[in-house]
Antibody, heavy 120, light 110 residues
Framework: QVQLKESGPGLVQPSQTLSLTCTVS????????VHWVRQPPGKGLEWMGR???????DYNSALKSRLSISRDTSKSQVFLKMNSLQTEDTAMYFC??????????????WGQGASVTVSS | DIVLTQSPALAVSLGQRATISCKTN??????????MHWYQQKPGQQPKLLIY???NLASGIPARFSGRGSGTDFTLTIDPVEADDTATYYC?????????FGAGTKLELK
């Protein structure tokens, strides 16, 4: 059964760094891409970036200077780190997977999300 | 970035047809495929893939859902609408990075 589960601190102080983990099961990180998508309260979805099956990364240019995505394939975990957090980074953070080829951007399985509040 | 435009809300009656539109400011077709996908999101839940590459039904999704379109104009149709379909529906393009989403269309029952 395919599963993704996000974990991390629910509260981060302004200007600090957010660290989230996406732990996956039921598939291999070397065969699928993993994306991070966030959703501010009451708003729409924003694609943040992805780590491809081969380990290379792509980022949304709006976040690129602050964002880093990495992984540990032995632990089936993908990591998101974003620095210089501000209140507008308060959101639900989702990880999702996609396959390669034509469906490389099709997110066919999602985690339940990790709620992050940026506040002092 | 490719911008996707959706109407904010749509109200339909049970058993009727709902048509949700998504327009892009750039062509999302490439070598015969339309890189447009649709998701359903209910309150407090993660998005769920419904349709991929404009018209392909995702696994486990009932045939009441269908998608069509090409180029810059796409639609998601639900026919007939059931009570469980009340949700927000998002279109997403993967023709160019960054992947971008529409703002969502909230489907409500009359």
């Amino acid at each position: 059964q395919v599963q993704l589960k996000e974990s991390g601190p629910g509260l981060v102080q302004p200007s600090q760094t957010l660290s989230l983990t996406c732990t996956v099961s039921g598939f291999s990180l070397t065969s699928y891409h993993v994306h991070w998508v966030r959703q501010p309260p009451g708003k729409g979805l924003e694609w943040m970036g992805r780590i491809q099956n081969g380990g290379s990364t792509d980022y949304n240019s709006a976040l690129k200077s602050r964002l880093s995505i990495s992984r540990d394939t032995s632990k089936s975990q993908v990591f998101l780190k974003m620095n210089s957090l501000q209140t507008e980074d308060t959101a639900m953070y989702f990880c999702a997977r996609s396959t390669m080829g034509m469906t490389t951007g099709v997110m066919d399985a999602w985690g339940q999300g990790a709620s992050v509040t940026v506040s002092s | 970035d490719i911008v996707l435009t959706q109407s904010p809300a749509l109200a339909v009656s049970l058993g009727q047809r709902a048509t949700i539109s998504c327009k892009t400011n750039q062509n999302v077709d490439y070598y015969g495929n339309s890189y447009m996908h649709w998701y359903q999101q209910k309150p407090g839940q993660q998005p769920k893939l419904l349709i991929y590459l404009a018209s392909n039904l995702a696994s486990g999704i009932p045939a009441r859902f269908s998608g069509r379109g090409s180029g810059t104009d796409f639609t998601l149709t639900i026919d007939p609408v059931e009570a469980d379909d009340t949700a927000t529906y998002y279109c997403q393009q993967s023709r160019n990075l960054p992947n971008t989403f529409g703002a969502g269309t909230k489907l409500e029952l009359k």
